[in-house]
């Protein structure tokens, strides 16, 4: 039964009312009864035109946001002629024509962003990392274009270079080459080991091992590594150290019966893997698995003989602190009970055995190695400061405090002979210097305070 509809004067009131004309409640209170107000409709009331303005401004940025995505997903969505759902559902409709196969590199790069990020590498870093021919892997890349290894290869070199090197305009000029104009540099490199990353997942790298499945991870970590991800770039690094391991790199046996060409890669790059796990090492504290076990590689039958000596140098260099600044598990026992003042001062020789470096040297090989140089013989001296007596009396200066003084007028003077340019190749490492620089600074004040009281106290 329908509730009886309430006179005005009750409806004000909010007290129940008969629907009689006139009610009871009026005709006791003496109010005249009425009906003439309209009755409101049921149900939710409709929004207020503020509530409706933000409701449409919301939907209109949500339609902006899906746009956007399926712009940036183009090789994953559907065609146009599939965007209307009603097409999607007939009975029969429209096929699609084959797309491009989603590994085809020049699909998410354009061929000429890889190959100027090749150039710069093989002008500015393979001194320093000569372990990738750039002539025959853009030509690899060019035969087959699918082929999910060189693509891996190929992308972390790009990424490596771009990190190391820490472009930062895209006006930047190497040697008349110019990155490209409508990408940020620092972006690309990012995209460049991302894609590095999936062409690994899209085939076999585990069981497939080859040299270059030791290349692809060294240098996503020279590219994480600049990027200051200490973590990945140690997997990665032992990654490439354990192919290493497996191929048998590290066994002279390994190399008998192969072309000069490829003893000499497989040599480069079992010592370029020596050279930054003990880097590596040095500057995180991580263990080292590598050592000492094989030739360095040939000089012999080299077109360009410089990089070869600049590259077995630094090694050397490397080699003289082993079993010092950096020791395996089963050389870590006992350590501090072997050192002794006179290996100290043998290891200090050895890694001053030059001072100037040859001048025919590309200038990235000669400050490379003249800067590993300094840091190692200053590392040395702090280890020196740790475990042995040091004096202040004339003698061998390297167990003296004055000594990081003379390394530091050392360190400037190798830096003054080589242009800017061949210091960026060495990329963010290169901060190491000046942190360096400052706790010079201070052993030479306390060095100073200590010697000023020793007079003192003597005369």
Known sequence: MARPRACDACSVRKVRCTGQLPCSNCLKASFECSFEKRPKKSGPKGPRLTTRARVDSQLQNLGKGRSTARSKTTSLSPPA????????????PPVSPPSPPYGTWKSTFPPSDVMVYLEIYRQRMYPIWPVIETTGLISALKTDENDKENCALAFAVCAGTGAQLQL??????????????????????????????????????????????????????????AKG?????????????SICQILAFDKEETYRDISFEEENRRRRTFWLLYVTERGHAMQHGTPIYLTKSIALPSNDQENDSQVPQAFNSLVHLFASVD???????????????????????????????????????NE????????????????????????????????????????????????????????????????????????????????????????????????
């Open 323 to 361: 079993g010092v600044l950096v020791v395996s598990e089963a050389t870590a026992k006992g350590l501090d009970q072997r050192l002794s003042r006179e290996m100290l001062v043998q290891i200090q020789h050895d890694l001053r055995q030059r001072d100037q470096w040859p001048v025919e040297w």
């Open 168 to 225: 930062k305009s895209t006006t930047q000029e190497w040697n008349d080459l110019e990155l490209p104009q409508d990408v940020d540099p620092i972006s690309l490199a990012e995209r460049f080991a991302a894609e590095a990353e999936r062409c690994r997942s899209e085939y076999d790298y585990r069981e497939s091992l080859t040299l270059e499945s030791i290349l692809v991870p060294l240098f996503l970590h020279f590219y994480y590594g």
């Open 81 to 92: 002629d599939f965007t209307d759902w009603n097409s999607r559902h007939l009975s029969n």
């Open 229 to 241: 991800k200490k973590k990945t770039a140690t997997f990665l690094l032992r990654e490439a150290v």
């Open 364 to 459: 990235i090989q000669r400050s490379d190695v003249s800067i590993t140089q300094q840091w190692l013989r200053m590392l040395v001296w702090q280890l020196s400061l740790k475990n042995v007596s040091m004096s202040s009396e004339p003698g061998d200066d390297s167990m003296s405090f004055t000594y990081p003084a003379q390394v530091s007028r050392d360190a400037l003077g190798a830096l003054s002979a080589v242009s800017i340019d061949a210091l960026v190749a060495h990329g963010p490492g290169m901060v190491v210097t000046p942190k360096l620089c400052k706790f010079e600074d201070r052993i030479w004040v306390r060095a100073n305070r200590i010697y000023s009281k020793l007079k003192y106290a003597t005369s």
